[in-house]
């Protein structure tokens, strides 16, 4: 349903730390993860820019659990095109008979929160022809969790920050603008855009913007003000939830956390970084198979033309298109004694992760 986004605007009280996390994906576990990576207190103000559900592994609990907290602390959050589908959902009466609900629901399944919310009120949904009454389960049975999604605001300004979960054109005519347009802005780094305020973004992975080096962490435009966040979380096998930590004075220099969930290792052996890799990422990740392997697939990257080890069980076929999930051949520098997060160990290599940022090691690891 079109409608126009609701602007908030506030001032950010001097003195106390302000964190902003983004794409959490009913991910409960990895932002409890970095809220403890980041020493949260009641003291901080939290920034949610969105996307708090779905996709996830349980995003009916992890909305609880934010609003439980919004009512002790303070939180502030912006909504994102995945908190954005509950409420369509029960507002529109059509929405049963919506061809996007029913793709949506088939493809996510147990990781969408209204097949949780279904769950948790007795209903099985056994097709598409249980939606005309999961649809009034909701209305009936989650009216507290539906008034906090539908009480977001899609974007949040302050004299110095922007907040929107997908982005905006322009900070000076943000009032009339499309919410969904807002909440939905793909690949917004590329559109040439710069504020005067920093404008803080998630949606789009961070990943994706960069075609050699697979990167998680947060991504910092100076010349152009904007901050994008979103780590991958619950999407992306390396991925992670990041919190940036806004300078305490307008003009300083930010910092972030971060929490992946994966275990870790210390490196024994030095490695030097690859100088030519080639990030294979989503929507870009068709491949020509060369030679299968029981843990490595020889392939060509068919965007690029690159040949690359991809890990065999990252292979799968998409209408008929082989495919892979995120995969790079990039060397990653390595000094003996970091500490790594170890995505996957295989025979003479290990997939593993160092401040953000994934790559291939071929030393020794301690555990």
Known sequence: MSR????????????????VISDIHGNLPFLQGVLAAAGYTSDDILILLG??????????????????????????????????????????????????????LSVWGDRCLLVQMGRAAGLALRGPEELPALREVVRARFAPELAFLEAMPEILVTPDYLFVHGGVADEERLDGLDAWRCMKNDD???????????????HWPVTLYDPAVPRSRPLLEPERHIASIDGGCSLQIDGQLNALVLPEAPGGAFSWFAYDGLPTAAALDAQAPSADSVNVRWGRNALEVLERGRELTRCRH??????????????????????????????????????????????????????????????????
């Open 51 to 104: 996307d708090l559900v779905e996709k996830g592994p349980d995003s009916l609990s992890t909305l609880r659990w934010i609003m439980a907290l919004a009512e002790r602390n303070t939180v502030y959050c912006v909504r994102g095109n995945c908190d954005n589908l509950i409420s369509d959902f029960a507002q529109d009466e059509r929405a049963p008979e919506d061809a996007f609900f029913r793709h949506y």
């Open 302 to 367: 068919l965007e690029t033309g690159r040949v690359l080890d991809v890990l065999t069980e990252y292979l799968y076929t998409d209408q008929g298109v082989v495919r892979c999930e995120d995969s790079t051949d990039y060397r990653l520098e390595v000094r003996p004694g970091d500490v790594l997060s170890v995505v996957r160990r295989i025979s003479d290599r290990a997939l593993v992760k160092k401040d953000g940022v994934t790559g291939w090691y071929f030393g020794r690891l301690r555990a």
């Open 4 to 19: 126009t986004a609701e602007v908030a605007r506030l001032t950010l009280p001097p003195g106390r730390r302000v964190l």
């Open 188 to 202: 917004f780094l590329s559109q040439g855009h710069a504020f005067r305020r920093w404008c803080v973004v998630g």
